[in-house]
């Protein structure tokens, strides 16, 4: 069915943010399925349905995360068809009426732009970069104060070779062939991509551990890519894990990478998803200029630069965690 005579829609990019422990994943779930597990995608939908929009909303996600895993910052564009007459809603109204119809509260919308129509959140995505949170000294699941369950990994282990980890880390970062460390059902073409950054780094400690409990400690993983395969990152943090408990030599890593084999003994291990954060999605410049939206926000915030822009390029499988 094409628009309605005289009718508006506009495109809008939408970030927002979740903790994954109750959802299926981001995507959707449709049919049946959804009578045992629901995505993110199906609340966000269910809540664009109050916009009351000529043509249905479908919420194009920029990054597909698995079961568990959660998103600081997630990004996705969606239309929406208003009646004729009537004009395209503000950035701001959308942000506020998705926020007070959204169904779950481990859900939240952070900010909305006015982009244009051919702009595709997954596509245009430049840069995506995923926390991992580990934390050593944690013998046994009570021991782990009960807000930091399913938002880390806990280690039995009492400490980690961290420079050996970071050691590693060096062999991963370039332009490689991942295919060792890609999960079994991936939609991707190429198992080429570009790792930019991948750090090991102590986290300051956790707000939610008492001061009795300082044999816990904290540490964040994080790697950033345009995008990643699937599991990419939860398999190179278990490597990386143990290469920290000397179950492996950094050297090793690089044989691992260059095996292109994901069946492996050490990298068929795939990190829990219940450590792994999503943490920012990125944008690069709009050829022919920039929305007047995007500019007039100038805003600074989580996941997107001070001064939002916006790229268009060809298609690539987007970050699949």
């Given at each position: 069915m094409?628009?309605?005579?005289g009718?508006v829609?506009?495109?809008?990019?939408?970030?927002?943010q979740y903790?994954?422990?109750?959802?299926?994943?981001?995507?959707a779930?449709?049919?049946s399925?959804?009578a045992?597990?629901v995505?993110?995608?199906?609340?966000?939908?269910?809540a664009?349905?109050?916009?009351?929009?000529?043509?249905p909303?479908?919420?194009?996600?920029?990054?597909?995360?698995?079961a568990?895993?959660?998103?600081l910052?997630?990004?996705?564009?969606?239309?929406?068809?208003?009646?004729?007459?009537?004009p395209?809603f503000?950035?701001?109204?959308?942000?506020?009426?998705?926020?007070?119809h959204?169904?779950?509260?481990?859900?939240?919308?952070?900010q909305?732009?006015r982009?244009?129509?051919d702009f595709?959140?997954?596509h245009?995505?430049?840069?995506?970069?995923y926390?991992?949170?580990?934390?050593t000294?944690?013998?046994r699941?009570?021991?782990?104060?009960?807000?930091?369950?399913?938002?880390?990994?806990?280690?039995?282990?009492g400490c980690?070779?961290?420079?050996?980890m970071r050691?590693?880390a060096q062999?991963?970062?370039?332009t490689?062939?991942?295919?060792?460390?890609?999960?079994?059902?991936?939609?991707?073409?190429?198992?080429?991509?570009?790792?930019?950054?991948?750090?090991?780094?102590?986290?300051p400690?956790?707000?939610?551990?008492?001061?009795?409990?300082?044999r816990?400690?904290?540490?964040?993983?994080?790697?950033e890519?345009?995008?990643?395969?699937?599991?990419?990152?939860?398999?190179?943090?278990a490597?990386?894990?143990?290469?920290?408990?000397?179950?492996?030599?950094?050297?090793?890593v690089?044989?691992i990478?260059?095996?292109?084999?994901?069946?492996?003994?050490?990298?068929?291990?795939?990190a829990?998803?219940?450590?792994?954060?999503?943490?920012?999605?990125?944008?690069?410049r709009?050829?022919?200029?920039n929305p007047?939206s995007?500019?007039?926000?100038?805003?600074?915030?989580p996941?997107?630069p001070k001064?939002?822009?916006?790229?268009?390029?060809?298609?690539?499988?987007?970050?699949?965690?």
């Amino acid at each position: 069915m094409g628009p309605a005579a005289g009718s508006v829609t506009a495109r809008y990019l939408v970030y927002f943010q979740y903790l994954g422990t109750d959802f299926n994943g981001v995507a959707a779930v449709r049919g049946s399925q959804r009578a045992v597990a629901v995505g993110v995608q199906n609340y966000l939908e269910e809540a664009a349905k109050r916009l009351n929009s000529v043509v249905p909303v479908k919420f194009t996600i920029s990054s597909r995360t698995d079961a568990g895993v959660h998103a600081l910052c997630n990004a996705a564009h969606l239309d929406v068809q208003r009646r004729s007459g009537q004009p395209p809603f503000s950035p701001e109204v959308l942000a506020e009426a998705l926020n007070a119809h959204l169904r779950h509260p481990a859900i939240r919308i952070l900010q909305a732009f006015r982009v244009p129509s051919d702009f595709h959140a997954r596509h245009a995505a430049t840069s995506r970069t995923y926390l991992y949170r580990l934390v050593t000294g944690c013998h046994r699941p009570d021991q782990l104060s009960v807000f930091e369950r399913n938002r880390c990994w806990p280690l039995r282990a009492g400490c980690l070779d961290v420079g050996a980890m970071r050691e590693a880390a060096q062999h991963l970062l370039g332009t490689h062939d991942f295919s060792a460390f890609q999960s079994a059902g991936s939609p991707a073409t190429s198992s080429v991509r570009t790792l930019r950054r991948a750090s090991v780094s102590p986290d300051p400690g956790s707000p939610f551990v008492l001061p009795q409990e300082n044999r816990l400690r904290f540490w964040n993983l994080e790697f950033e890519s345009q995008s990643f395969l699937y599991r990419q990152v939860r398999r190179m943090t278990a490597v990386l894990v143990a290469v920290g408990l000397g179950a492996l030599m950094p050297a090793q890593v690089k044989v691992i990478l260059e095996s292109r084999d994901p069946l492996g003994r050490h990298q068929a291990r795939v990190a829990p998803a219940h450590g792994l954060f999503l943490k920012s999605v990125l944008y690069g410049r709009l050829a022919g200029g920039n929305p007047a939206s995007v500019q007039r926000e100038g805003k600074e915030a989580p996941g997107w630069p001070k001064n939002l822009q916006l790229e268009n390029s060809s298609p690539k499988v987007g970050g699949l965690e």
